[in-house]
């Protein structure tokens, strides 16, 4: 991800998860499939929600990436690192990326 897009997630309520990048907004949203699970358990579709002046370029970026996980990195461990912000970040790389804030730096990897 660019530096200047940001990702926020509620753990306790599916589906939180916002990203901005300049004036746009896109956020996921969820509903319950029309099919079951073969065990019988609720299902959800999920989608993404834009707003602002390149607000389908952004929703098309989330949806890829959030395939992208799906299929690749969804049954993997992650990991979160916490570092200074005054070292080199790390090259981003699939399945890993950083996130920088006023304080420090999040560096957060599926392996």
């Known amino acids: ?3 200047t897009t940001r990702v926020w997630s509620c753990p306790r309520t599916p589906s939180s998860t916002a990203t901005f990048e300049g004036g746009t907004l ?3 949203s ?3 499939a029309a099919e079951k699970a073969p ?3 609720t299902l959800y579709e999920f989608g ?3 707003h602002g002046p390149k607000a389908q370029q952004l929703a098309a970026r989330v949806a890829t990436e959030t395939q992208i996980w799906d299929k690749e990195f969804r049954g993997r461990d992650v990991t979160f690192e916490i570092q200074p912000r005054d070292g080199e970040a790390p090259a981003d790389r ?3 990326f950083t996130l920088d804030n006023g304080l420090n730096r999040m ?3 599926w392996q």
């Open 1 to 3: 991800m660019p530096p």
């Open 26 to 28: 896109t956020y996921l």
């Open 30 to 32: 969820r509903r319950t």
């Open 39 to 41: 065990d019988g358990a």
């Open 48 to 50: 993404v929600i834009g």
């Open 94 to 96: 699939p399945g890993r």
């Open 107 to 109: 560096i957060i990897e």
